[in-house]
T-cell receptor
């Protein structure tokens, strides 16, 4: 059974700081890994999707990496802003198209 | 485009009642799925579908039923509601191929269900 872990569960940083969020998974037989953002009371918004054959994806101030063999992914946020405050979740798609989510990292960026 | 639309947004049920959460997407996505989100548990997959007429169970399927008669719609039925089914339910869709699995997942805004 695939298990996805995100550490830390919560993170508080001052505005402008660069930060890294971590995601680890137990079964490396995945199709892809996605990072999402969730604002309170809202649905999830996809940030980046990395196919299993890729090593990283970039979108603006966000960069996600994937090391499938070690079961790890990181989400790098450059020059953090208060608007980045949200919960960030990672999810992996494995066999039979099943998607497994981590429990998320709650990020607070302090002005 | 409306994307993924879930109804209702809020619902209160009594134990033993049945109801259907509706999910519709207008992106012609083959893959649709239902999750429940509970504090400290993350999102857990209930049921999913890779195309019309094809459904399969996820991690927590008990007490829920699904069918997929059209590409656009994927309703989730609670057969006999229990307090343990109090949760926020999310529907998601994406394109899907056997080569790359699911693509980018698009989520609805969620349906908040309380069972008394």
């Amino acid at each position: 059974k695939q298990e996805v872990t995100q550490i830390p569960a919560a993170l508080s940083v001052p505005e402008g700081e660069n930060l890294v969020l971590n995601c680890s998974f137990t079964d490396s037989a995945i199709y892809n890994l996605q990072w999402f953002r969730q604002d309170p009371g809202k649905g999830l918004t996809s940030l980046l999707l990395i196919q299993s054959s890729q090593r990283e994806q970039t979108s603006g101030r966000l960069n996600a990496s994937l090391d499938k063999s070690s079961g790890r992914s990181t989400l790098y946020i450059a020059a953090s802003q208060p608007g980045d405050s949200a919960t960030y979740l990672c999810a992996v798609t494995g066999g039979y198209q099943k998607v497994t989510f981590g429990t998320g990292t709650k990020l607070q960026v302090i002005p | 485009n409306a994307g993924v639309t879930q109804t209702p947004k809020f619902q209160v049920l009594k134990t033993g009642q049945s109801m259907t959460l509706q999910c519709a997407q207008d992106m012609n996505h083959e893959y649709m799925s239902w999750y429940r989100q509970d504090p400290g548990m993350g999102l857990r997959l209930i049921h999913y579908s890779v195309g019309a007429g094809i459904t399969d169970q996820g991690e927590v399927p008990n007490g829920y039923n699904v069918s997929r008669s059209t590409t656009e719609d994927f309703p989730l039925r609670l057969l006999s509601a229990a307090p343990s089914q109090t949760s926020v339910y999310f529907c998601a869709s994406s394109y899907s191929t056997s080569l790359v699995g699911t693509g980018e997942l698009f989520f609805g805004e969620g349906s908040r269900l309380t069972v008394l």
